[in-house]
């Protein structure tokens, strides 16, 4: 019996190079725009867009990531790795502007609640957003940290983008669970700062913050199923975020964070 050997071809090579990665990123923009519809899109398709800027450009640089991330993924999986870490730079530079226009949407909630006498509560959700803001600055800088380490490299970018979906995930669940689908009038803008009334209770944006993480989540189901074991890189990313979103409840009632809120909001104008 003669054994045949036959060497694989780049394209037999690129076909078993696992795609989870690229699924991942394309189910996190999927929720990303699905969640966003009844707040965002729908509005704009109507004719209505957002009308306050920092919130336009805060949405469009985030949507925008979600994008560039199936197609940092796409590039990997598709085995291009030279033009993936060549485009790098632009995902340094879009994660670096959302972090400023992300803390700039999360002043501009702080004074409108102010404007609206809601002063207290919005203090306290300015630290739902800044949370988010400082775990996904935290995963990406530790990404950037690891570009020589793949492994840990893709792990950290998909628990960054994981963590920024709460938002799209609380639309659905204000707009369908809380408010049973009947949206009043939006009042000068779309979105949630459309909306009369104060600022929703911290704990009460818990929910999505952790559904969130579920992502992160399946790729520690990836990693038991295809290594039998999960990744240290998940388990820190994991660990940190959930720290993080816990302990956001309690501090966001603290004397010390309205003093850091008030503190933002001065610097802003």
Request: net charge positive.
């Amino acid at each position: 019996m003669t054994a045949t050997i036959t060497a694989a071809t780049p394209h037999d090579r690129v076909a078993r190079r696992p795609r989870f990665y690229l699924w991942m990123a394309i189910a996190m923009a999927a929720t990303a725009f699905l969640g966003f519809v009844p707040t965002f899109w729908a509005p704009l398709a109507q004719g209505i867009p957002e009308r306050i800027g920092v919130l336009a450009i805060h949405a469009l640089l985030f949507f925008g990531w979600t994008l560039f991330f199936i197609y940092q993924c796409w590039l990997a999986a598709s085995g291009n790795i030279a033009r993936h870490r060549d485009v790098g730079m632009i995902g340094v530079s879009l994660a670096t502007a959302m972090t400023i226009f992300g803390t700039l949407a999360a002043i501009n909630s702080g004074q409108r609640a102010i404007a609206a006498n809601y002063a207290d509560g919005g203090e306290a959700f300015m630290i739902v957003p800044m949370a988010t803001i400082l775990i996904f600055a935290v995963f990406v800088i530790a990404a950037i940290v690891n570009v020589r380490r793949p492994d840990w490299h893709k792990r950290l970018m998909i628990s960054a983008t994981a963590v920024i979906l709460d938002a799209a995930i609380a639309r659905p669940f204000i707009v369908y669970i809380v408010m049973g689908g009947h949206l009043p009038p939006f009042e000068g803008n779309v979105g949630v700062a459309g909306l009369p009334g104060p600022p929703p209770p911290v704990a009460g944006v818990l929910p999505p913050a952790l559904i969130s993480d579920l992502f992160i989540v399946a790729g520690m189901i990836h990693d038991w199923r295809t290594h039998g074991k999960v990744h240290p890189a998940y388990l820190w990313a994991g660990g940190f975020a959930l720290a993080v979103q816990l302990l956001k409840i309690p501090f966001s009632a603290t004397a010390l964070w309205h003093g850091m809120a008030r503190w933002l909001i001065s610097l802003a104008g």
